[in-house]
């Protein structure tokens, strides 16, 4: 089983 | 106010075509450095970023920063109709609610102009950091289009790898599995047609295909694709747009439970 993770995860609000 | 015209408007079409799919609505940010987009699709999986500078525009007058809504279906339904040797304008009034698409035949007997009603979107603007990538692959994007729509029919997910020996492209569905491996080759009379590996440490991630094919359908505006990966980090998948500037998508990985 695999979990997607969301881009937000990464990358901070600016 | 707000004037930029694309002598090669055949390049605004393909990038439309080439984010309508995973973005329905996004904000188009206009400076004095460029036209410029970032989006997330619905379920913020993906993240696209495109830029057309400045200086890729015949003229470019943009007198104050301008960040125009609009609904990329609507969008490209007006584009569509324009031709595909078109110059094409784009035009808005500083706070107003409309844009205008302008396009103009190459012998100038033909000039037609498309209003389109903008919207307020409420989106978020995510800070990219630069970063030192593990592993870039540059290939021929017509060779990564194809290695995602055939390993799509085989399973959801895809498997890169990046070692020494090449890059791996491996999924696996109810009927079976498959591996594509791609290998450094230097092409004397096409670069195009090269794949070239830069490696700093060897790194596997899991992606969702339904996202990468979905890139792929920017393969029209560049002959090359480049992926860069990182451990734990979203892939980008950068197609350059002829001199004028770039679209990259960022996808999320999958992990493993």
Do not use: W
């Not at chain 2, 002598?7 to 439309?16: P, R």
């Not at chain 2, 057309?52 to 339904?77: A, P, Q, V």
């Not at chain 2, 020494?164 to 290998?183: E, L, M, P, Q, Y």
């Not at chain 2, 295909?209 to 359908?217: A, D, I, P, V």
Request: aromatic letters at 8%; one cysteine or more.
């Amino acid at each position: 089983a695999s979990f997607q993770n969301t881009i937000k995860m990464y990358f901070d609000e600016d | 106010m707000l004037e930029l015209r694309l002598v090669q408007g055949s390049l605004l079409k393909k990038v439309l075509d080439a984010i309508k799919d995973l973005v329905t609505d996004a904000n188009f940010d206009c400076s004095e450095s460029g036209f410029s987009l970032q989006a997330m699709d619905s379920s913020h999986v993906a993240l696209v970023a495109l830029l057309l500078r400045s200086d890729g525009f015949e003229h470019y007058r943009c007198d104050r920063n301008l960040s125009m809504g609009m609904n990329l279906t609507n969008m490209s339904k007006m584009l569509k109709c324009a031709g595909n040797d078109d110059i094409i304008t784009i035009k808005a009034d500083d706070g107003g609610d409309s844009v205008t698409f302008m396009f103009e035949s190459p012998s100038q007997d033909k000039v037609s102009d498309f209003e389109m009603k903008l919207m307020d979107i409420d989106s978020e603007h995510l800070g990219i950091p630069e970063t030192e990538y593990h592993a870039i692959v540059k290939m021929p994007s017509a060779e990564f289009a194809r290695i995602c729509r055939d390993l799509s029919t085989i399973g959801d997910t895809v498997v890169i790898s990046v070692s020494k020996d090449g890059v791996k492209f491996s999924t696996s569905g109810d009927i079976g599995s498959a591996n594509v491996v791609c290998r450094q080759n230097n092409s004397v009379d096409n670069k195009d047609n090269e794949t070239v590996i830069e490696m700093n440490e060897p790194v596997s991630l899991t992606f969702a295909l339904r996202y990468l094919n979905s890139f792929t359908k920017a393969t029209t505006l560049s002959n090359t694709v480049t992926l860069s990966m990182s451990k734990e980090l979203p892939v980008v998948v950068e197609y350059k747009i002829a001199e004028i500037g770039h679209i990259r998508f960022y996808l999320a990985p999958k992990i493993e439970d």
